[in-house]
């Protein structure tokens, strides 16, 4: 079983920055691929951004790229999703998972279907 707790959320401004952090226990860290996804109010769960096994390869949804970048560190077993330029349509809450299915072909996965441990989400939002 593998349980994830994350952190950093909170309320702010148009145009600034937060990082979020999502530490994890119970299996090793750095067999897992982690995500992001974020679900606002009245919308389906979204993916974010994803990273490999050892965080080589990262992946992100087109819209925020450029602006969100998602890192790890398997000595913490911990993933971070770095949030600048926010607007307010990035309010939602946003919750890290992980997944043991990806091969050394598929790195990350997109779909959140594919992940089997979740964390219990951190809301973020952002004002105008």
């Known amino acids: 079983q593998v349980q994830l707790v994350e952190s950093g959320g909170g309320l702010v401004q148009a145009g600034g920055s937060l990082r979020l952090s999502c530490e994890t226990s119970g299996r090793t860290f750095s067999s897992l691929s982690m995500g992001w996804f974020r679900r606002a109010p009245g919308k389906e769960r979204e993916f974010v951004a994803a990273i490999s096994k050892d965080g080589g390869f990262t992946y992100a949804a087109s819209s925020v790229n450029g602006r969100f970048t998602i890192s790890r560190d398997n000595a913490k077993n911990t993933v971070y999703l770095q949030m600048s330029n926010l607007t307010p349509e990035d309010t939602a809450v946003y919750y890290c998972?992980?997944?043991?299915?990806?091969?050394?072909?598929?790195?990350?996965?997109?779909?959140?279907?594919?992940?089997?441990?979740w964390g219990q989400g951190t809301q973020v939002t952002v004002s105008s």
């Open positions: 998972a992980a997944t043991n299915i990806t091969t050394s072909i598929v790195l990350v996965t997109i779909y959140g279907d594919d992940y089997g441990y």
